[in-house]
């Protein structure tokens, strides 16, 4: 079945400190994948994807993810958290059809 | 910058009642979505729309449910009797083309409706 998880509902990190979440996929078929932000109040923003180019993507605000194949991965990561970090992050796939499939979600909490 | 907008923001509603859930898409864009997040869950697709019918609808997406584009600029969402566990966060969004299709287009998302049930 196509799936996707994303590990830790809630992540703290301190400022400063390197942000690592993570999403795994399950797929028969080589997926588009996508981490989307969204800020309290607010709507979904995209924050990088990978369309079968480069494995590592960069995208805004310092983040980036590489696409791990042989680990079923894509992880996000920024090295240094920024108090403006805090939101909640959501890993999306796409398995060839017209919907996003998405994670569960992390919210990230930045510790001053 | 085009963003996808939606109206009301928040709306209450006794349950039996009929709700319309309002999206402005962007300009250009031809592929529109719904979405929703009941709280503390993951975002779930409800329904894809192209060239005025449905292309795509989940399970949820049933006939309680209906999608229209009355206009050339405004994307409705209907549930014509409501229930309380369709209270949750309504996400409506567009894109250029397909996910399907041969290369990969955003999906450009709305901020949101939130639908309280009561």
């Known amino acids: 079945a196509q799936s996707v998880t994303q590990l830790g509902s809630h992540v703290s990190v301190s400022e400063g400190a390197l942000v690592l979440l993570r999403c795994n996929y399950s797929?028969?078929?080589?997926?588009?994948l996508f981490w989307y932000v969204q800020y309290p109040n607010q709507g979904l923003q995209l924050l990088l994807k990978?369309?079968?180019?480069?494995?590592l993507v960069k995208g805004i605000n310092g983040f980036e993810a590489e696409f791990k194949k042989s680990e079923t991965s894509f992880h996000l990561t920024k090295p240094s958290a920024h108090m403006s970090d805090a939101a909640e992050y959501f890993c999306a796939v796409n398995f060839g059809n017209e919907k996003l499939t998405f994670g569960t979600g992390t919210r990230l909490t930045i510790i001053p | 910058e085009p963003e996808v907008t939606q109206t009301p923001s928040h709306q209450v509603t006794q349950m039996g009642q009929e709700v319309i859930l309002r999206c402005v898409p962007i300009?250009?864009?031809?592929?529109f979505y719904w979405y929703r997040q009941i709280l503390g869950q993951k975002v779930e697709f409800l329904v894809s729309f192209y060239n005025n019918e449905i292309s795509e609808k989940s399970e949820i997406f049933d006939d309680q449910f209906s999608v229209e584009r009355p206009d050339g600029s405004n994307f409705t969402l209907k549930i014509r009797s409501t229930k309380l566990e369709d209270s949750a966060m309504y996400f409506c969004?567009?894109?250029?083309?397909?996910?399907?299709?041969?290369?990969?287009?955003?999906?450009?998302f709305g901020p949101g409706t939130r639908l309280t049930v009561l």
């Open positions: 300009s250009n864009h031809l592929y």
């Open positions: 990978y369309t079968s180019a480069a494995t």
């Open positions: 969004a567009s894109s250029e083309w397909d996910l399907a299709g041969s290369s990969y287009n955003e999906q450009f």
């Open positions: 797929s028969s078929v080589p997926p588009y």
